[in-house]
């Protein structure tokens, strides 16, 4: 584990959203974008995943999660948020993953299943919801999660 982490936690510690932003383009460099996943430590694929996760809703909703590629790390996604104790926020994830009819399943057949189901959509939008009202604090604990894993890493 490199202790880069640690450095931009004293750095952002009064900064929680910097902490997030500047995590995320590192992890993002250092996967070329999600495309080399096997780079990461757990820590670091824990808060990719969630990251990845909360970037997508908070765009395009969860439809748009499940959608986009990002999709095919839905269920490594939700053990990352019980990780984390986000025990709420897992298992919306995991009930709007069945709603969407077992999650990924490549880009076309995606987008005829999804946009062609008013209903779907409309069952995708009440997960939304819920999942923007942020019933848990999904970054402070995360921060704790590493913060928690660091120490036992560095100790």
């Keep these: 584990m490199d ?16 902490f997030i932003i ?3 383009q590192v992890l993002f460099d250092k996967t070329n974008y999600g495309e080399h996943l ?3 430590d757990e820590i670091e694929l824990t808060f ?22 990002s999709g095919k790390n839905a269920k490594k996604a939700i053990a990352a948020l019980h990780k984390i ?3 709420f926020t897992a298992n919306l994830v995991q009930e709007a993953q069945k709603c969407y009819d077992g999650g990924w399943k490549g880009p076309l057949l995606r987008f005829f299943h999804l946009y062609n ?3 779907q959509l409309a ?33």
């Design 48 to 69: 990719y995943l969630i990251n990845e996760l909360e970037m997508e809703v908070n765009n395009g909703g969860l439809d748009q999660y499940f959608f986009n590629s």
């Design 117 to 119: 189901e008013d209903k």
């Design 38 to 40: 096997d780079r990461l």
């Design 85 to 87: 104790e986000a025990t």
């Design 123 to 155: 069952e995708m939008d009440k997960f939304d919801k819920v999942f923007y009202e942020y019933r848990e604090s999904i970054s402070e604990l995360l921060i704790n999660y590493i913060r928690k894993n660091l120490k036992e890493v560095v100790c």
């Design 3 to 18: 202790n880069y982490i640690i450095q931009m936690l004293d750095e952002y510690k009064d900064n929680e959203h910097g």
């Design 22 to 24: 500047e995590l995320s």
